[in-house]
């Protein structure tokens, strides 16, 4: 019998009450805000998809091989997206990689449209953009509505290869820990996908979040520069959550999470892959990815720098002379890491509703554990509220948040965490993958009665 939410809170206050009161902490924040009291419970895993599964639906890895997003259809039914390769029993687009929609519900997958359907992948970008030449996987989509259209726009992961020469005669790069080297050398940025009929097709509409160093830093070595997957927020300009379409589209502002690294950041960010984030005016955005225009997409968004006067003035893309730099030879505006205790890979964040809060959920180090952080103004965040969620032999890839209110962008006190599950150092083999889910049930922080 299902418990309603109100139960699961107060099971999750009892449970939880020992938990330590969490802090806001952000070495680079340039203003303090009250610590948020928020404590999370991980359940049990549940089984998503098998890989089995999902090669008879026609994917040969993934999904998702990273975020995912999910567009309700009725009936407690959803249209999923992610980042997958198809095999040649996809009838629409076989053994290609890009990004794929599938069906199921929040509980399991269960098949696929149009015969495994691509609906974007490398080389979509504007012409002359190189990018996405090599990978263009998304995933999580949201609405926008403004110029007499509306939509969804999906962040996606654009990578761009080069061999490895110094590690014949693969020349790849190396998985992570003790595996063998089994993914490209790539460099990775962010670009945006539009749909203007209810999610059925997307159209790269460009480049918006390039990393803080060149291409020229990477190319050549054995080192990846892995952004994530994009994560967007509507919110006004102090970080305050607004419904989407916003009341007032002028004040509004879409919020892009992303990883990046820059050598001489604090503590565990220097030259790590840490969390940081954009943005740009919502009213912009839309007329930007309406317009067909990919230098106009390139240039909306700018960087958190809380070491600045002014915290959002870094471009978030190279600039040549003023306009959008496609061949990735320039150098984007630096980054602050929102927390720099420790690394973060992937980063997906969701407003949940019940508690007023933002989340993230992120990888820290290579898929031991997934950690959860909470925050009132998406700059300001709290050390981990929960104990991390681990599985025993098992490393866990692209934590996901996906809302359970009946809106995917909305938590409601027990969104859903979706992952890829491999035994330890079989990464990126799939056809050992479980794709699975577990809830993160959310609570205020039981407070201790003062003594007199």
């Known amino acids: 019998m299902k418990k309603s939410l109100r139960s699961a809170v107060a099971v999750a206050v009892v449970c939880l009450g020992a938990f330590a009161q969490t802090r806001a902490r952000n070495e680079a924040a340039s203003v303090n805000t009250a610590p948020v ?16 599964e999902l090669v008879s639906y026609g994917f040969s890895f993934g999904p998702s091989d990273g975020s995912i997003g999910a567009i309700p259809s009725g009936g407690g039914s959803y249209t999923f997206y992610g980042s997958a390769g198809s095999n040649a029993s996809c009838t629409a687009n076989p053994k290609i990689n890009g990004t794929f929609p599938f069906n199921g519900s929040l509980d ?17 970008a504007p012409a002359g953009y190189a990018f996405d030449k090599d990978y263009a996987g998304g995933g999580g989509v949201i609405r926008f509505s403004g110029g007499g259209k509306s939509g969804w726009l999906m962040p996606f992961h654009a990578e761009y290869h080069w061999q490895n020469l110094a590690n014949p005669p693969t020349f790849l790069c190396s998985a992570g820990g003790n595996s063998p080297s089994m993914v490209p ?8 996908a539009v749909s203007t009929d209810d999610g059925k097709s997307f ?14 830093v990477f190319e050549g070595g054995g080192t990846n520069m892995a952004m994530g997957y994009g994560s967007l927020l509507v919110a006004d ?14 004040s509004a502002y879409f919020y892009v999470f992303f990883g990046d690294r820059l050598p001489g950041l604090p503590s ?185």
């Open 185 to 192: 050398c790539f460099y990775s940025s962010i670009g945006l």
């Open 203 to 216: 159209t790269v509409a460009g480049q918006i979040v390039q990393p803080s160093q060149p291409l020229s």
């Open 237 to 250: 300009a102090n970080g305050r959550h607004l419904d989407n379409p916003p009341p007032d589209p002028a």
């Open 37 to 52: 009291d928020i404590v999370g419970l991980f359940g049990q895993p549940v089984t998503f998809a098998t890989h089995a």
């Open 108 to 124: 399991r997958v269960t098949g696929v449209n149009g015969g495994c359907r691509r609906l974007f992948g490398p080389g979509d």
């Open 268 to 452: 565990a960010c220097n030259n790590a892959v840490c969390v940081g984030v954009a943005r740009a005016a919502y009213t912009d955005v839309v007329a930007a990815v309406l317009s067909g225009d990919g230098h106009q997409v390139a240039q909306l968004f700018h960087k958190y720098d809380g070491a600045s006067p002014n915290p959002w003035t870094q471009p978030a893309t190279a600039f040549v002379q003023g306009s959008a730099n496609p061949d990735l030879s320039g150098t984007a505006g630096r980054f602050m890491p929102l927390w720099s205790d420790e690394n973060a890979g992937s980063p997906i964040v969701l407003y949940d509703g019940s508690l007023n809060v933002y989340l993230a959920v992120y990888v820290s180090g290579p898929g031991t554990a997934i950690k959860a952080r909470a925050s009132s103004d998406m700059i300001h965040w709290t050390e981990p509220i929960s104990t991390p969620f681990s599985e025993a032999g098992r490393a866990l890839f692209y934590p996901t948040l996906i809302g359970e209110t009946g809106d995917p962008t909305i938590g409601g006190g027990a969104p859903r965490v979706y992952f890829t599950s491999f035994p330890t150092d079989a990464f990126p083999n799939y056809s050992t993958s479980v794709f699975e889910s577990v809830t993160l049930t959310l609570a205020r922080q039981r407070r201790r009665a003062a003594r007199h």
